[in-house]
């Protein structure tokens, strides 16, 4: 039966029908029509939403297959979350090598999207760190992918945006910690200049870093904000921060954004100002660290009932301290700001996948209202910048790219279109290859 759909961004709104997997063994189900492995919907567009056609809810597909502590290796089906491993592995010693900003992805959406966290220049995407996966096909037909064995699938399975069949299981490595804190320092800085600046003295000593930038201020304060850098901690038996406790949650969805034009600026500018000293050094847990947002539940309700478009882009670093600069003179000038405007360096780790989105340089990534043609235009202004400098945006975060953009941030696009599963689809891809 279909119903109508949307991913965490609210935006768009599709009909589709819902198939729930329950056996990695078994062959994929018959439908009319096309079909997309759906994991947990925590990307923001349209790359899980297939409008006309089903998903195939890999919620139950949710076992862990094996775990040895000894080397951190780790095999499950593709609907475990990230949580759900965490919980398992951090009390004996071991980490998720690499997270976006929550938590609650599933293996095979993490997969699917090659996500990237706060290390990418020590620990590139995921896929760097998957050894083996397993893929079934719409005909029935099973392929066991990795480095050695079948590459040129595990390639593009890798960032494949789940068109090229279904994850049944994955076999990944994760990394070794001493316990769950994290030593962080939080350092205010005036400008862009001041991000950069720190962004090059930290990348060596530091495996986490990212920054909170208000990007309504402008002037010489244009890219203002607030530097984070993290280590895991060493273990200390006096040292036990409390982990945080998910109990808040938005109850309802507001007809207008909570997020507007008229309660933004004020709002960025006391976050900045929040922080009296120029650094502070805490230990903290892992969880309000790297998943502040996941403390509150359904927080993507704040935006009303149109929802929010994300957008995130990187350009290169040859001359990303003036892209950005443009970027939040248009976005400032624009009044329609972000209160979640994340800046972050990318590195020089390549990953396996052909549409992988990290590339070396600098990476922007803000929320937007959904004001209608209002964002729409200005996200395509912003959308000229990148395509001039060479940058990308990233598909899993993405509602309205064209399809020329697309194909010109991934020319590996055409070599890719060859894995595609006739019977697999999305939005996102029906979009981009008109």
């Known amino acids: 039966m279909s119903r109508a759909g ?3 961004g609210r935006y768009p709104r599709v009909t589709q029908a819902r198939i729930d997997l329950s056996d990695r063994h078994r062959p994929l189900p018959a439908v009319e029509g096309s079909m997309l492995p759906y994991g947990n919907g925590r990307s923001y567009g349209d790359s899980c939403l297939n409008d006309g056609g089903s998903l195939l809810h890999a919620h139950r597909l949710n076992h862990f297959i094996s775990f040895d502590p000894s080397n951190g290796q780790l095999e499950c089906e593709a609907g475990v979350q990230l949580a759900e491993i965490l919980d398992l592995v951090v009390s004996q010693g071991w980490f998720v090598p690499v997270t976006p900003g929550t938590r609650f992805v599933t293996v095979g959406g993490a997969i699917a999207n090659d996500v990237h966290g706060k290390n990418h220049h020590r620990g590139g995407n995921f896929g760097r760190h998957v050894l083996e996966l397993e893929l079934l096909r719409s005909d029935g037909s099973r392929r066991v992918c990795s480095h050695a064995e079948n590459p040129d699938w595990f390639a593009a399975t890798i960032g494949g945006l789940g068109l090229t069949g279904l994850i049944t299981r994955a076999r990944i490595q994760l990394r070794r910690i001493a316990g769950p804190w994290m030593s962080t320092e939080v350092h205010r800085f005036e400008n862009l200049d001041g991000f950069f600046r720190l962004s090059e003295n930290s990348d060596r000593d530091y495996e986490y870093t990212v920054a909170w930038i208000d990007c309504l201020a402008t002037g010489r304060s244009l890219g203002r904000g607030l530097f984070t850098r993290a280590n895991h901690a060493p273990a200390h038996p006096d040292q036990r921060p409390s982990r945080s406790s998910r109990n808040l949650r938005m ?4 007809p207008l954004s909570l997020i507007n034009r008229f309660t933004l600026r004020g ?19 892992y969880e309000p660290h790297f998943y502040p947002l ?9 935006y009303g009932q149109r929802g929010f478009m994300q957008y995130q882009c990187v350009v290169p ?3 990303a301290e003036d892209r950005v600069a443009q970027l939040l003179r248009v976005i400032a000038a624009s009044g329609s700001g972000s209160f979640l405007a994340v800046l972050k360096q990318f590195g020089t780790l390549s990953s396996p996948g052909m549409l992988s989105f990290p590339r070396p340089g600098t990476t922007l990534a803000l929320d937007f209202p ?14 000229d910048i990148v395509v001039e400098a060479g940058g990308a945006v990233y598909p899993a975060k993405d509602a309205r790219m064209s399809g020329a953009h697309f194909r010109q941030y991934f020319p590996a696009w055409e070599s890719f279109r060859s894995f595609v599963d006739p019977r697999f689809s999305s939005s996102f891809w029906r979009r981009v290859m008109e």
């Open 251 to 254: 109850p309802f969805t507001p």
């Open 267 to 285: 709002f960025n500018a006391l976050y900045y100002l929040r922080q009296r000293r120029q650094v502070v050094h805490a230990i903290t847990h």
């Open 370 to 383: 959904n004001q209608g043609t209002r964002t729409l235009s200005l996200l395509n202004r912003l959308d």
């Open 317 to 319: 670093p040859y001359d």
């Open 6 to 8: 949307q991913s965490w």
């Open 294 to 302: 996941d403390a509150i539940g359904d927080w993507n309700r704040i």
